[in-house]
C-alpha cells in the first residue's frame, strides 16, 4: 500500500483482495477495510481470549512467557509475564527439546548404544517385541515419559541438568533389558574373565576389541541374535593394537595365525605364541607367568 494512502495509516486492516508479484515479495493490496478492534472487543467480547504462551527466546537465551490478547489467532496485544505456572514452562521446554532433538541433552555412548541395540533388535527379532526407543519417537512422546520426570524442572539449566540417560534407560522393564541383554548383549566375557564392550553400529556388524592371548582356546567367535550375526573379533597385540580383524576363529587358528605368530613373536617375545592356539589356554599374563 502506498504511503499517500488514506488507510497506511490504520492500526488493523482487513484485507481480502491483494496481489502478488512474481517477481517481487511484496504482496500488493488491492481491497481492504480498516477496523476498529476495540469496537469489534466491545461487540463479540467472546470472540476474545487471554492466553499465555512460553517460547524459547534465541538472542536472551532463555525460556519467555507471554500473556498474550487474541481474536482467534490474531495476537492484538501481549504483555510479558515474570512468574509463568510450572506446566506452561514445562511445555515449553518439551517443545523446546522437539526443535532441537535429544542431542541437546547429555546423552552418553551407553545411551546411544541403546537406541542401536533396539534397532537391531527390531531388525533381527522382530519376534522379541521389544519396544521402539527411536529418536522420533521418543520426541513424539515426551509427555508420556519425560514430563512425569521433569518434577520442579522449570528452566533450560535445569533441564540440561537431569539424568536424562538414566530416564531413557527406564523406559525398558526389568523382563525387556533381560531380553535385551541375552539377544544383544552390552558386553562380552572372555574365557579368561575380561568383561570387553561390545560396539554396536546400525550399518555394520557387532565388533570386539580384545587382546589374542585372552581369546586362544576359543573354537568359534561369539554369535549374537539368536545364532544369527557373527561378531567381528579384532584381535589385539599385547600393546592393544590391532592386528587381526575376524568373525571365523576357527579358520583364523587354522589359516593367516600362522603370519601373525610369526611377526608377533619377534615384537613380544615375553608373551605367549603357541604354535596351535585353538587348544591352548588362554591368558592375561606374560609368558613365564602363563607356563
Known sequence: MDDA???????????????QNVHYADVRILLALPI??????????DLIENNTTVEWDEKR??????????????TLSQRQLDKPNKQQMQQALLNWLRDNGLKALALNEETQQLFIRLSLAKKWCPEALLPDLAETVLLETLETWLLPEL????????LQQIDINTIIKNQLTWHEN??????????????????????YDLELPPVIAIR?????????????????????????SPAHRPIQKTQDLATFWAGSYKEVQKEMKGRYPKHLW???PANTAPTRRVKKYSQ
Open 151 to 158: 518434577g520442579e524442572v522449570q528452566t533450560l539449566k535445569a
Open 274 to 276: 603357541p604354535d596351535d
Open 178 to 199: 533381560q531380553l535385551l541383554q541375552s539377544l544383544f548383549p552390552t558386553h562380552y566375557l572372555a574365557p579368561t574373565g575380561t568383561k570387553v564392550a561390545i560396539q
Open 5 to 19: 494512502h488514506s488507510m497506511s495509516n490504520a492500526q488493523w486492516i482487513l484485507a481480502p483482495l491483494l496481489l
Open 61 to 74: 537465551g532463555t525460556l519467555v512467557a507471554w500473556l498474550q490478547r487474541q481474536l482467534g489467532r490474531l
Open 212 to 236: 589374542i592371548q585372552e581369546v586362544y582356546g576359543e573354537q568359534q567367535s561369539p554369535i549374537i541374535a539368536n545364532g544369527q550375526l557373527p561378531v567381528v573379533m579384532e584381535l589385539l
Open 36 to 45: 476498529d478492534i476495540d469496537e469489534i472487543s466491545a461487540i463479540f467480547p
